[in-house]
Nanobody, 116 residues
Framework: QVQLVESGGGLVQAGGSLRLSCAAS????????MEWYRQVPGKQRELVAT???????DYVDSVKGRFTISSDIAKNTVILQMNNLKPEDTAVYYC??????????WGQGTQVTVSS
């Protein structure tokens, strides 16, 4: 079964860190690329970070230097390490991946709240 399951959200003070994980089934290699999006109520979903199977990464300007996307192949997991968090990073974060058949899958989302 093709599935993405996020974990790791929560409440943190500004300047703090959180680590989001996305467990991919049946395998992390089922998807290319893997991406993290975020969404605030009333706004469009925003692409935050991208990781390709070749190891290339890309980030939205607002998180460059603070967020890092990576993979743990042994655990079939994609990770978003978020440092120096700001209140404007508050959102529901979604993991997403595209299969070889060009189908996009989404996780259920995880809430990240950054207090000032």
């Amino acid at each position: 079964q093709v599935q993405l399951v996020e974990s790791g959200g929560g409440l943190v003070q500004a300047g703090g860190s959180l680590r989001l994980s996305c467990a991919a089934s049946p395998s992390i290699f089922s998807f290319n690329p893997m991406e993290w999006y975020r969404q605030v109520p009333g706004k469009q979903r925003e692409l935050v970070a991208t990781l390709t199977s070749g190891g290339n990464t890309d980030y939205v300007d607002s998180v460059k230097g603070r967020f890092t996307i990576s993979s743990d192949i042994a655990k079939n997991t994609v990770i978003l390490q978020m440092n120096n968090l700001k209140p404007e990073d508050t959102a529901v974060y979604y993991c997403s991946g595209i299969t070889v058949r060009r189908l996009r899958y989404w996780g259920q989302g995880t809430q990240v709240t950054v207090s000032s």
